[in-house]
Nanobody
Framework: FQLVESGGGLVQPGGSLRLSCEAP????????LGWFRQVPGKEREGVSC??????YYTDSVKGRFTISRDNAKNAFYLQLENLKPEDTAVYYC?????????????????????WGQGTQVSVSS
């Protein structure tokens, strides 16, 4: 099981990016899906997660970021809008195998089973 990320880059403040995470050959139906970010010297931060029960966004990205999934493509996405310099980080996608279909997703990094390789998002003028 492998998560392959793409879509990072350098944008100016106010710009947009779309991050993609694909799981070639695997269905994501039974997984919670999430996005985290990390800057050097700081802990990995939960940005957003998606389950059948809930959608979560950390306060700093509410109204600007949108998580979505495409089961037919075995992929999920994070749309980043109105980017700010403080959004600069390495972004990681993650998947957690779910045994309880009613469970809510949890942004504690240790509960997530699979991780993408990370993609750099830099916001600067």
């Amino acid at each position: 099981f492998q998560l392959v990320e793409s879509g990072g880059g350098l944008v100016q403040p106010g710009g947009s990016l779309r991050l993609s995470c694909e799981a070639p050959g695997f269905t994501l139906d039974l997984y919670h899906l999430g996005w985290f970010r990390q800057v050097p010297g700081k802990e990995r931060e939960g940005v957003s997660c998606l389950s059948d029960t809930n959608t979560y966004y950390t306060d700093s990205v509410k109204g600007r970021f949108t998580i979505s999934r495409d089961n037919a493509k075995n992929a999920f996405y994070l749309q980043l809008e109105n980017l700010k310099p403080e959004d600069t980080a390495v972004y990681y996608c993650a998947a957690e195998l779910v045994y309880n279909p009613h469970a809510m997703c949890d942004m504690t990094p240790s509960v997530w089973d699979y991780w993408g390789q990370g993609t750099q998002v830099s916001v600067s003028s």
